[in-house]
C-alpha cells in the first residue's frame, strides 16, 4: 500500500486547504480511511476517518464544522477539506489505511487501527 498526502502549504489565519491523499497498492474502495496530524512536541492526533463507502464519517471535535472529510473511489484519492484554519493547527498531516476493511460504516479513529500511513503533508497557519 502506497499513500501520497499533498495539498499542504502555509495560509493565515482563517484560510482554507484542501489535502488530498492518492492510494495505490490494494482495492482502496474497500477500506475506511483517516487523517491524523502532528504538531511539533506533539504526538499524533486523530482528525478524521470516513467509512470505504464515503457514507459514515467521524470528526474529532476541535474540527467540527470547519474540517469535511470526503473520498472518490473512482480516483482512489481521500480529501480533507479545511475551512477557518487556526495557528494552532500547525502540523504535518498524515493519511493512513487500516490493514483490514471492516463493515461498510467502520470509521477508526485510534492509530492503533491504522496500518498504513503516508508520509504527511506540512499545514503552517500563520497568525
Known amino acids: 500500500v502506497q499513500l501520497q498526502a499533498s495539498g499542504g502549504g502555509l495560509v493565515q489565519a482563517g484560510g482554507s486547504l484542501r489535502l488530498s491523499c492518492a492510494a495505490s497498492?490494494?482495492?482502496?474502495?474497500?477500506?475506511?480511511m483517516g487523517w491524523f496530524r502532528q504538531a511539533p512536541g506533539k504526538e499524533r492526533e486523530f482528525v478524521a476517518a470516513i467509512s470505504w463507502t464515503g457514507s459514515n464519517t467521524y470528526i474529532t471535535d476541535s474540527v467540527k464544522g470547519r474540517f469535511t472529510i470526503s473520498r472518490d473511489n473512482a480516483k482512489n484519492t481521500l480529501y480533507l477539506q479545511m475551512n477557518s484554519l487556526k495557528p494552532e493547527e500547525t502540523a504535518v498531516y498524515y493519511c493512513?489505511?487500516?490493514?483490514?476493511?471492516?463493515?461498510?460504516?467502520?470509521?477508526?479513529?485510534?492509530?492503533?487501527?491504522?496500518?498504513?500511513w503516508g508520509q504527511g503533508t506540512q499545514v503552517t497557519v500563520s497568525s
Open positions: 493512513a489505511v487500516p490493514r483490514f476493511s471492516g463493515s461498510s460504516r467502520w470509521t477508526p479513529h485510534t492509530i492503533h487501527e491504522y496500518d498504513y
Open positions: 497498492g490494494r482495492t482502496f474502495s474497500m477500506y475506511p
